[in-house]
């Protein structure tokens, strides 16, 4: 069974801090990963993608890879209210993408 | 630009009675169509996908059915509704590379 583990939070930090978001996945074999971010009553939008070992950064976020030890993370540089909302872990196995339950962000200000 | 059109966004059907989403996609050719669900509390739940025309893949058994009958359309349907089936129902697109997915709006579909 292919699977993601995220813990489900809430994840609470003040605004301007920075949020740090974990997932495990279970199939050694998978190549590409992505964080989604899902505000509440609405559907997921993409945030990142990566598919190297190593740090990829756009803007305020920040992904990081680490295949040996089957780790993905999104560390969020000065949180924003506007930041609260569920994020989703996922990864490609074959041709469709299993996520994780996400975790829920709160930033207050 | 590409873009993806679910409908309804919001479904209220009794117990029994059937069911059809749609989703759309246009400004691109040959993508890779999903159905998931989410229901409360819960992650977002694999349940279709399709390479092509005509081609479903099914990833949980249950009383859903999925058909592709054009390129950029693709249809949930269920002949009979289970109070089990509530959840919020997304419609998702990604390239012929199936790399990431692109979400429609969501169906919120509540069955009484």
């Known amino acids: 069974q292919k699977e993601v583990e995220q813990n489900s939070g809430p994840l609470s930090v003040p605004e301007g801090a920075i949020a740090s978001l974990n997932c495990t996945y279970s199939?050694?074999?998978?190549?590409?990963f992505f964080w989604y971010r899902q505000y509440s009553g609405k559907s997921p939008e993409l945030i990142m993608f990566?598919?190297?070992?190593g740090d990829k950064e756009d803007g305020r976020f920040t992904a990081q890879l680490n295949k040996a030890s089957q780790y993905v993370s999104l560390l969020i540089r000065d949180s924003q209210p506007s930041d609260s909302a569920t994020y989703l872990c996922a990864f490609q196995a074959g041709t469709a993408l299993i996520f994780g339950k996400g975790t829920t962000l709160s930033v207050s200000s | 630009s590409q873009t993806i059109h679910q409908w309804p966004a919001t479904l209220v059907q009794p117990v029994g009675s059937p069911l059809s989403l749609e989703c759309t996609v246009e400004?691109?050719?040959?993508?890779?169509l999903y159905w998931y669900r989410q229901a409360a509390g819960r992650g977002l739940q694999l349940l279709f996908y399709s390479v092509g025309i005509g081609q479903i893949s099914s990833e949980v058994p249950q009383n859903l059915s999925a058909s592709r009958p054009q390129d950029r359309q693709f249809i949930l349907s269920s002949k009979k509704l289970l109070l089990s089936d509530s959840g919020f129902y997304l419609c998702?697109?990604?390239?012929?590379?199936?790399?990431?997915?692109?979400f429609g709006q969501g169906t919120r579909l509540t069955v009484v």
């Open positions: 998702a697109w990604s390239s012929s590379r199936g790399t990431e997915a692109f």
């Open positions: 400004g691109t050719s040959n993508p890779n």
């Open positions: 199939d050694r074999g998978s190549q590409s």
């Open positions: 990566i598919y190297s070992n």
